[in-house]
């Protein structure tokens, strides 16, 4: 085992936190990982099953409901829905201590995002992502490490995954310091078989995400199109372009470097395949989207510095409307 980490939780058994989990198990480690239910009944009786470009993987790890059991840890992968991380994270507290390291692997704008940022200006929390302001009553903002994942899988059966493009994980303190846990958990992941980079400005690789996830996701479940058709088809792409052109300008307003032009951008997204956004799969599979961290997030930022966003804000009210339908 070539980390120093050997107490590694995974918070979520779901696609991408089996996955994590599984290549993790590739060096060594045994990730413990908090879960429930059937998910839970799974991974005790045969552990996590994955499937990606390097063939079947089939690891044990050690699984659990209680977070007493599992005891406090050094480092925690959040996998959960943005929209449940205060709860899993009121749920972990037997598991943290003040040197615990916590990075979230969600979608959309995290709340953590105006942390470690000295600007002078005030940053209230985004309404959308943090309705009560309670995640910071949970965990010291100095324990997080902010992620930006480029994974995409889907859940096969509870506890069984598959992934088939490559992964990529990129880290980054806060602060945008290179600090030696920052390169530890980089070397962990990457030891994993995971491409794993420490950025010295994590919201720029972060605004690429976010983008990612506004322009597809959000139409994904009022169309039931894949990715492929989201960004080449006659009849979406240049919805979906304009949707593109409004996010780069928030982007832009907030200062991000985002490393790309609109065309590239467009012939990647389309290059993904015939993949079903995980917006879509929660969307089939009868859970709630994750809207407010994906697309009402993101138009709450540039209501604060003054830009409209017509196209998206249309999007997200059919979307809005597809999932209270789905819901009801």
Do not use: W
């Given at each position: 085992m070539s980390s120093q980490f050997t107490q590694v939780c995974i918070a979520g058994a779901g696609a991408i936190g089996c996955t994590l989990a599984a290549r993790l198990a590739k060096t060594g480690l045994t990730p413990n990982i908090l879960a429930r239910g059937e998910t839970l009944a799974n991974l005790n009786a045969r552990g996590v099953m994955l499937e990606d470009l390097e063939g079947q993987h089939q690891v044990n790890v050690n699984a659990s409901d209680d977070p007493n059991q599992l005891g406090v840890q050094q480092l925690i992968f959040i996998c959960t829905k943005a929209h449940a991380i205060a709860g899993i994270l009121a749920t972990m507290q037997p598991m943290i201590d003040e040197n615990t390291i916590v990075i979230p692997l969600v979608n959309g704008v995290p709340w953590w995002y105006f942390h470690g940022i000295n600007d002078g200006c005030e940053h209230p929390p985004l309404n959308c992502v943090d309705p009560n302001a309670e995640?910071?009553?949970?965990?010291?903002?100095?324990?997080?490490?902010?992620?930006?994942?480029?994974?995409?899988?889907?859940?096969?059966?509870?506890?069984?995954?598959?992934?088939?493009?490559?992964h990529l994980l990129t880290f980054g303190e806060l602060d945008n310091r290179m600090s030696e846990r920052l390169e530890k958990v980089r070397q962990l992941v990457a030891d994993a078989g995971i491409e794993a980079r420490a950025s010295d400005s994590i919201r720029d690789p972060l605004w690429t995400k976010i983008i990612a996830n506004i322009t597809s996701n959000p139409l994904s479940i009022v169309t039931q199109a894949t990715l492929k058709q989201i960004y080449s088809s006659p009849e979406l792409a240049p919805l979906t372009r304009k949707v593109l052109d409004e996010a780069l300008l928030v982007a832009a307003a907030y200062g991000a470097r985002v490393p790309f032009n609109p065309p590239l951008f467009m012939q990647m997204g389309a290059e993904m395949g015939d993949f079903k956004t995980s917006m879509l799969q929660?969307?089939?599979?009868?859970?709630?989207?994750?809207?407010?961290?994906?697309?009402?997030?993101?138009?709450?930022?540039?209501?604060?510095?003054?830009?409209?966003?017509?196209?998206?804000?249309?999007?997200?009210?059919?979307?809005?409307?597809?999932?209270?339908?789905?819901?009801?």
């Open positions: 995640i910071d009553s949970y965990i010291q903002p100095s324990q997080v490490i902010g992620a930006v994942t480029f994974m995409t899988a889907h859940v096969v059966a509870p506890g069984q995954v598959k992934s088939t493009n490559p929660d969307y089939e599979a009868g859970r709630p989207p994750e809207l407010a961290t994906i697309v009402d997030a993101v138009i709450e930022l540039a209501e604060r510095v003054g830009i409209d966003m017509p196209n998206t804000q249309h999007v997200a009210a059919l979307a809005h409307f597809a999932a209270k339908k789905m819901l009801s």
